[in-house]
């Protein structure tokens, strides 16, 4: 198992707020699904959810979620994605970012810094 560190102990500045950005970002998008899809499909599931409620039964949420598909996927993957989420910062809270994880976030800000200010997240990484 490689070495860990801690983000704020082994990365510079600019790479540091790179892996902040990375960190906001996924959870911005965690915030979008459950903010769209997630109301979306369970509105699909209103009339299982009122047939559930008079009779509910494990068979009932089974053919709910076959015969409803794109609001099973939909609801099931905002799930995953969220799990996925919290996963990956607690691995990081707990043990910190691998060499890989730190090596991959000093060349993209090297590569950032090569863009220049062209790149949307120059100013936020380098101001």
């Not at 510079?12 to 959870?27: C, D, F, H, N």
């Not at 076959?66 to 989420?85: C, D, E, K």
């Amino acid at each position: 198992m490689p070495h860990r560190l801690m983000p704020d102990q082994c990365l510079s500045k600019p790479a540091y707020r790179l892996y902040q950005a990375g960190v906001y970002g996924r959870w911005t998008v965690v915030a979008l699904l459950w903010l769209t899809l997630v109301p979306w499909s369970i509105w699909q599931f209103r009339q299982d959810i009122a047939l559930l409620q008079d009779h509910f039964t494990w068979v009932a949420i089974r053919y709910g979620f076959a015969f409803q598909l794109v609001p099973a996927f939909t609801l099931f993957g905002s799930i995953g994605f969220t799990g996925a989420v919290l996963i990956r910062q607690s691995c990081h809270i707990l043990w910190g970012l691998s060499i890989r994880e730190r090596n991959n976030l000093i060349r993209g800000t090297a590569r950032i810094r090569k863009i220049g200010p062209r790149h949307p997240l120059w100013r936020w990484l380098f101001r």
